[in-house]
Structures are given as structure tokens and as C-alpha cells.
């Protein structure tokens, strides 16, 4: 009976914690380990975690140094011994059943890696859930050139995403596949790099995973490196479809990488909080759009495909170098955005006390 060990960094969740450590307990697989990595937290989050390993023999604690999520599970990794690997969040929730029937499939198929569905569960502010089913495409073992072949199907459902994923260990040791540093966006590079030299996927549609979005959690604000981190992700994408020798098939997906660094920076520079002049956020803009990348990915997007408006309004803005436009559009979404949904809730609320 193969074992399977469930990673989950942890840092400051203490009112999430113990559901999620729970739904590991609860797993109908019997041969796991459970390795919680306590990054440094302020909370009570270490305390919860040490209290539960003195109950249960399939858990081990560690405590570390807050480094990010990223070493926390390299961490984790330098102490699974399971065949499989597993990566959990513990701020969110899963099916007892998720380590049984994803590792039947993998043992069954020898996959290096096995895709399921996850349920996308919305959670506002006064609790109510809106929960949306999402699904592979893909069914069944895909070989290395099918997976090359039908990539774009892959890449339709959350591909960077760890917790909708059951790693095969060896191939992780195999290929050095590890975490880096990047406090963002560190879960893409590590799919990416599990890509490069897959051989087998094993796509299994059926939902486990449940990942929870707490309206007014989220924290919007000015992240100096933003755009450096997801430049290295599209740049390592890049690498990704050259290794492959695809880069001409996916050369849109390239460009799409490109771009959505851009857009997450023009994001970015429309914070409140951004320290940045106005002339010094417009010459931001401009000294990004001298990068051969980002401009020829500005240039070769084709905008008569673009359904949505605001986007294909802010592309033709940034080609035609009205940056300072560029960057009011951006902020006027971002207030309206704010706007419609103190609206909504209103409109929301009447519409529930007529009922």
C-alpha cells in the first residue's frame, strides 16, 4: 500500500487550521503522513499544530523561521517519505475520500501526476457560500506527446494551482523539482518545472478540493517586486515551450503571459498606496514597454478576439503610447469595481427583504 504524504504550510490561520488538519485526519486512506510546517506564525497556529501531533501518530510538526510558503513546503518535502505527494491549504477544505481514489488512479495508471476537479466556494461577507464545480476536461492517462499535444486543455484549469494535483515523489526527486524563494507565484514555477519532462497525467474528472475565497480578505496594495515575479514566471514559461520546441504553437500563450505581467503591474500602480508620482508611475509604464517582450506581446495580441472591452481598450491604449490614459483607465476600474460591489450588496439585500 503506497503512502502518501499531505504538505500544508501554515502561517497565521488559526481559525481555518484545524478544519483543514481535520479533513487530513479524516482522509479514508489509511497509510498517510501528515506534515504540518508552522512558518513562523504569530498566532496560535504552532500551538494548534503541536496539540494535534501529540494526538496522532500520523502527524509531524515543524517549526521554522518565517520564510514563505514556498521553503515551508521544501521543508515538508525533505521530510516526506510517502511515494505520492499531496499539497494542502490550510485555509481551505477537502473530500475524505481525495488521497484514496487520486492515488487508486495513479498507482493504476503509474502517473507521474494526477489532475482532479475542485470546487471554487465564494464566501461573503455574511457568510453565504456560492460554490462552482470546476472539471478537467481531459479523461484518463495522457502519454508525454498527447499531453504536449492537447496542452491547452491542461492549461484551460488552473495549471499552477498544487492543491488539484497528486505528485508522483520519485519523479519530484528525479528532476530536483523544487520550491523557490519567490514569495509569489512560487506554485506556478514549481508546475511549470514539473511540465518540462512529464511523462505521464492521469486526468480524473471528479471534485475534491474545495478552495475558499473569503470576500474582504484579500488584500489589495502596492507590491514593490510584482512585477518581477510574474516576469520570471513568463519567462520561465517561455523556457518551458522552447524545451518542448512548441513555442511557435503556444506562442499566444506566451504572449498572454507576457501581457498579464503588464496588466498586473498597470494593477499594481493604481493602488492607493502606491508611492509613486504620477509622472514616475507614467515613466514605470514606459521603461516596461522597452522591454522586447512585454512589447511584442502588446503588439502581436490580437484585440477583435478580446471579448472583454475594458481590456481590449487598455492593450490599444498601451500600443498607441497613451500610458498616462492607460493608467486612469486602470484606476477607474479599480474604484468602479469597488463601487458596484458596495451597489450589488444593496441591490442584494432589498431584493432578499421583499422576498
Known amino acids: 500500500m503506497s503512502k502518501v504524504s499531505i504538505i500544508m504550510p501554515i502561517y497565521n490561520v488559526a481559525e481555518q487550521l484545524e478544519k483543514a488538519i481535520q479533513c487530513a485526519l479524516n482522509q479514508t486512506y489509511q ?6 510546517v508552522n512558518d513562523g506564525s504569530t498566532d496560535e497556529s504552532g500551538e494548534i499544530c503541536d496539540r494535534y501531533s501529540l494526538k496522532n501518530p500520523h502527524i509531524t510538526v515543524i517549526h521554522q523561521k518565517n520564510a514563505g510558503s514556498g521553503f515551508a513546503r521544501n521543508a515538508g518535502l525533505d521530510k516526506a517519505t510517502g511515494e505520492y505527494i ?3 491549504d ?4 477537502f473530500e475524505a475520500n481525495l488521497v484514496e481514489e487520486t492515488v487508486a488512479k495513479a498507482i493504476e495508471s503509474n502517473a507521474d501526476l494526477v489532475v482532479f476537479g475542485y470546487f471554487d466556494e465564494v464566501v461573503d461577507k455574511e457568510g453565504k457560500v456560492t460554490k462552482t464545480e470546476k472539471m478537467p476536461t481531459l479523461n484518463g492517462l495522457q502519454k508525454k506527446e498527447a499531453f504536449r499535444a492537447d496542452f491547452r486543455r491542461h492549461y484551460a484549469l488552473s495549471p499552477y494551482a498544487l492543491w488539484n494535483k497528486l505528485y508522483k515523489h520519485e519523479f519530484l526527486k528525479q528532476h530536483t523539482i523544487r520550491f523557490t524563494n519567490q514569495k509569489v507565484g512560487q506554485d506556478a514555477l514549481f508546475n511549470q518545472l514539473v511540465g ?3 511523462e505521464t497525467v492521469y486526468y480524473h474528472q471528479k471534485a475534491y478540493y474545495h478552495y475558499v475565497f473569503r470576500e474582504g480578505s484579500a ?4 507590491r514593490k517586486e510584482r512585477f518581477f515575479y510574474e516576469y520570471t514566471i513568463a519567462d520561465q514559461f517561455e523556457e518551458w515551450m522552447l524545451y518542448w520546441k512548441k513555442e511557435e504553437e503556444y506562442h499566444d500563450l506566451v504572449n498572454q503571459h507576457y501581457w498579464g505581467a503588464l496588466y498586473l503591474e498597470l494593477s499594481n500602480l493604481a493602488w ?3 508611492p509613486l508620482t504620477l509622472p514616475e508611475k507614467e515613466e514605470r509604464i514606459e521603461e516596461l514597454m522597452q522591454d522586447p517582450k512585454i512589447k511584442q506581446a502588446i503588439a502581436e495580441i490580437e484585440t477583435e478576439k478580446e471579448k472583454n472591452s475594458f481590456v481590449k481598450l487598455l492593450i490599444l491604449l498601451l500600443r498607441y503610447e497613451k500610458y498616462s490614459t492607460a493608467l486612469k483607465l486602470m484606476q477607474t476600474r479599480i474604484i468602479i469595481g469597488k463601487k458596484f ?3 450589488f450588496k444593496v441591490i442584494k439585500n432589498l431584493l432578499i427583504k421583499s422576498k
Open 31 to 36: 497509510n498517510i503522513e501528515i506534515i504540518l
Open 86 to 88: 499531496y499539497f494542502a
Open 90 to 93: 490550510p485555509d481551505d477544505y
Open 196 to 198: 518540462f519532462d512529464i
Open 219 to 222: 488584500v489589495n496594495r502596492y
Open 272 to 274: 492607493e498606496d502606491c
Open 341 to 343: 460591489q458596495k451597489s
